[in-house]
């Protein structure tokens, strides 16, 4: 009995040392640090806007510095090593580790790997040693990982300069909608055909891989009052002029521009803050604005500039019975007219913001940017 007991237990030890250890799952929680980042880059300063996504991709293993100590932020990527950040993000959600190495050329070995991996498809790219394109870098990461992993949290429907003509247009497209890209401006200009950086490559696979990191985007579109171009989300209606106001606004978006112009001769060779001190114009906005069912509360007003146009920049909180909204209104002075541009956002500070630096007179927007 003690030699069949004996020999029972020595087979469910063998058996247990044959026994696979689990592979990973695919799982967005295969994403760990595995490195620290101690400023060790000396060409990615503290205040540089891609530092903090240089940071993730350097302790998660998307990127690698150009050499030991320097990152090259602007540098370009070719398409090949574009390919290796792709199946680095594919590999790790699918196993939980990055195991490809170099071949012979050394990009073969990823390339293989893409292509068994549906990232690539035959013929998708005339030269892996090219420069990659804004576009190109798009398709590669919105393939790396399943769409399931990549929902929708905006509602982008049009892009200045990308159609449904346009190359790689949808994945483009899903990748605004998951908060992966935001564009070169307020109204999502992406500009597909030029080429990546790798701050911008940065950017982009950290918000890929960890969704904390993606974004909610209000996109602008432009509306042409006087000599201005007010700039509106995409979703607001046209325009509409009544006693002397002009007005759109975004139900939607829970936002409204509001402009008005007084022509005046005595105004001529003036610019605003010859007429005005910037407290006495945070006390005539709210003078002017206030009424018996909204009041306009800790306006504080700063020079900006357009161009060479001097103008006023006021912000502060518009009180109306069903709730705050924060607000932005711009003065300025040219040739015989006053104009005054009221925008205003109800809880929503992207919306406020992109109007108010998307809003263009003589062709400029403001500086500094709000």
Not at 189 to 209: C, G, M, Q, S, W
């Amino acid at each position: 009995m003690k030699k069949l007991l004996s020999l029972v237990l020595t087979l469910a030890l063998a058996l247990s040392l044959c026994v696979p250890a689990m592979a990973a799952s695919e799982s967005m929680t295969n994403f760990q640090k595995t490195a620290t980042y101690n400023n060790q880059f000396s060409d990615v300063s503290a205040s540089y806007w891609a530092t903090p996504s240089i940071k993730l991709c350097y302790e998660y293993g998307f990127m690698k510095g150009t050499t030991p100590k320097q990152f090259s932020p602007t540098g370009a990527l070719t398409v090949a090593e574009a390919i290796v950040m792709a199946d680095r993000l594919h590999e790790i959600y699918t196993t939980g580790q990055s195991t490809l190495t170099n071949g012979e050329p050394w990009y073969q070995t990823y390339v293989d790997y893409a292509l068994e991996n549906g990232i690539v498809q035959a013929g998708d790219f005339t030269s892996y040693t090219a420069k990659a394109t804004r576009g190109q870098m798009a398709y590669l990461f919105s393939r790396a990982l399943p769409a399931s992993v990549l929902p929708s949290i905006n509602n982008v429907q049009t892009l200045p300069d990308v159609t449904s003509s346009t190359k790689y247009s949808q994945e483009i497209f899903s990748l605004y909608n998951a908060g992966v890209l935001t564009g070169s401006d307020v109204f999502g200009t992406f500009k597909p055909n030029d080429n990546i950086i790798r701050a911008e490559a940065a950017a982009i696979l950290t918000r890929v891989a960890l969704p904390e990191q993606r974004k909610t985007v209000v996109l602008m579109k432009q509306v042409q009052w006087g000599n201005a171009k007010i700039a509106v989300p995409q979703s607001a209606g046209a325009g509409v002029t009544e006693n002397g106001y002009f007005s759109v606004s975004s139900q939607q978006d829970l936002c409204v521009a509001v402009a008005n112009a007084a022509t005046d001769k005595n105004f001529k060779g003036y610019n605003i803050t010859k007429l005005f001190t910037p407290d006495s114009m945070s006390q005539m906005i709210a003078t002017a604005f206030s009424t018996n069912d909204v009041q306009f509360k800790n306006m504080g007003t700063k020079t900006v500039t357009f161009g060479a146009l001097k103008a006023y920049r006021t912000t502060g909180s518009a009180l109306f019975n069903e709730g705050n909204y924060n607000c932005v209104v711009y003065t300025y002075i040219s040739g015989d007219t006053m104009s005054m541009i009221l925008l205003m956002a109800y809880e929503n500070d992207i919306a406020l913001q992109n109007m108010a630096n998307g809003l263009m007179v003589g062709g400029v927007t403001a500086s500094p940017q709000f």
